[in-house]
């Protein structure tokens, strides 16, 4: 068996803050405890477990593969108990107690195994740590490398969390265009190559892009693997740093499939991705360690768990490590314990698989009767590329001749929207240039067909079209 080369070691990209943080004294001292049954603490301040009220916690879930309204579907109680540990999960008192930023061990276990098997990391020193969602992954990921004065490098048109995130921090944004694939190589090339005649020779050059390459918020444009392949060419070329935020990887669908009523609605979908057909992923292309991937369950499981991972090499993911014993420490220990008992006992990989095939089956039907419907109801109003992934439509309102030279359009577009009882979110709101003028007068908005009811689809984009009509030719 070939032998993984070890990571690049890209230590020297560090922020200051970063070279400085240490494991928590306290928290260094847990692995004694864990390691050795027999030694008796007198050190630890950890609240005794006896005085937990806790006995047991039980979530009722549809069996891996079915939908929980499924009527035919079989339901499973997922249980922890006190001091009842098994062979693959601890006991409920180890989840509610004090831990370290890694996460419990059980969780991270099959965070660690799950990686391995959908993205078989090429070297050899990577690893993971258990993050509290990926807007707090985010967060610890662009601190290893980014302090205030920085910059960093996104899409065109980007999650909004972000640019809120990153204001405070005096951490600036770099958009960079973008096509139907997402973030366009040869423009991220030419940003990273002209920046010192673009912004002066003492300019920090920026060491960070983010990206999202599944289903990108808001666009929904997703990657292919060339794609992701010559941006990988364009980081290594200019040194950069690549956080790969992927919540929608699991929700890949394929190309949209026209009602057909003479069709098996099984058949259908018979051709999804499952997990063996996904697109690669930035992180299993990446020879030099210079991906920090970011998952969560909160798309596949729920977004209330606030439970996810980061995958890098260990020598990133032991200083978010650290940083999570000063912040969050790791996320809440009822959340580890359903999810770590559900994915470890209950389903296991194949049923965790299962349940990743039903996911992509309810959004693919979600998105193809979205489309048709705005096929139906919508054309000469907009135009849109049908998502291959995710959750969410991007328009382009075809304004007017008239509405095109007219200040302020696009708010009045949003007005006559609420007017008629239909929200989408306004296109500047995903601008990391800021509601100028001109980003306010550019005509896109964003529609997720993720949320609303599927019965309510057709009135929806009924009323859409008669927010448009007075804007639009069509």
């Not at 993971?128 to 807007?135: E, K, M, P, Q």
């Not at 768990?305 to 650290?322: N, S």
């Not at 008992?341 to 299962?354: A, I």
């Not at 009811?453 to 057709?458: M, T």
Request: contains cysteine; hydrophobic residues 40%; aromatic residues 10%.
């Amino acid at each position: 068996m070939p032998v993984k080369p070890h990571s690049k070691d890209l230590s020297s990209l560090f922020t200051e803050a970063t070279k400085c943080r240490r494991n928590s004294p306290l928290k260094s001292l847990l692995k004694y405890m864990q390691a050795d049954p027999s030694l008796l603490s007198l050190g630890a301040g950890l609240p005794h477990p006896d005085t937990f009220p806790f006995i047991s916690v039980t979530a009722t879930v549809a069996e891996a593969g079915k939908s929980a309204v499924d009527a035919t579907a079989r339901h499973d109680d997922v249980s922890i108990t006190a001091r009842g540990p098994t062979a693959a999960t601890e006991g409920l008192e180890r989840f509610l107690q004090y831990g370290n930023g890694r996460g419990m061990p059980s969780y991270a276990k099959f965070a660690q195994e799950h990686t391995e098997r959908v993205h078989s990391p090429i070297y050899d020193d990577w690893d993971v740590v258990i993050s509290a969602g990926n807007t707090d992954a985010f967060v610890k990921a662009l601190m290893l490398f980014c302090q205030s004065g920085d910059t960093l490098i996104v899409d065109e048109w980007t999650y909004p969390a972000i640019i809120e995130t990153v204001g405070p921090m005096n951490i600036g944004l770099a958009p960079v265009q973008m096509d139907g694939e997402g973030i366009v190589p040869a423009a991220l090339d030419a940003l990273c190559s002209n920046w010192s005649t673009a912004k002066g020779a003492d300019a920090p050059r920026p060491r960070v892009a983010y990206m999202i390459p599944t289903a990108q918020n808001p666009t929904g444009a997703t990657m292919s693997m060339q794609r992701k392949q010559a941006i990988y060419a364009v980081a290594k070329k200019h040194d950069l740093v690549i956080i790969e935020d992927d919540p929608y990887y699991y929700l890949q669908f394929g190309d949209y499939r026209p009602a057909d009523e003479t069709a098996d609605p099984e058949d259908r979908y018979s051709d999804l991705p499952g997990v063996t057909g996904l697109i690669p992923s930035l992180l299993s292309m990446d020879t030099d360690g210079r991906v920090i991937r970011l998952d969560s369950f909160s798309k596949i499981l729920a977004p209330g768990l606030r439970c996810g991972w980061i995958t890098a090499p260990k020598y990133m993911t032991d200083k978010i490590q650290f940083h999570n014993e000063t912040s969050v420490q790791q996320p809440a220990g009822l959340s580890q314990a359903i999810v770590s008992k559900l994915v470890n006992e209950s389903w296991g990989h194949e049923g965790w698989e299962r349940h990743l095939v039903q996911i992509q089956r309810d959004y693919a039907m979600r998105r193809d009767r979205f489309v048709e419907l705005c096929l139906k109801h919508l054309k000469g109003k907009v135009e849109f590329t049908v998502p291959s992934a995710g959750m969410f439509l991007w328009f382009r309102v075809l304004l007017s001749e008239e509405m095109q030279d007219r200040d302020g359009a696009m708010q009045e577009v949003f007005e006559s929207m609420i007017a008629n009882h239909v929200l989408l979110v306004p296109g500047y709101m995903f601008s990391p240039l800021g509601a100028t003028p001109e980003v306010l007068s550019r005509p896109f908005v964003r529609a997720a067909f993720s949320y609303a009811s599927v019965d309510d689809f057709e009135t929806a984009i009924s009323r859409l079209a008669k927010a448009l009509e007075p804007f639009t030719a069509g």
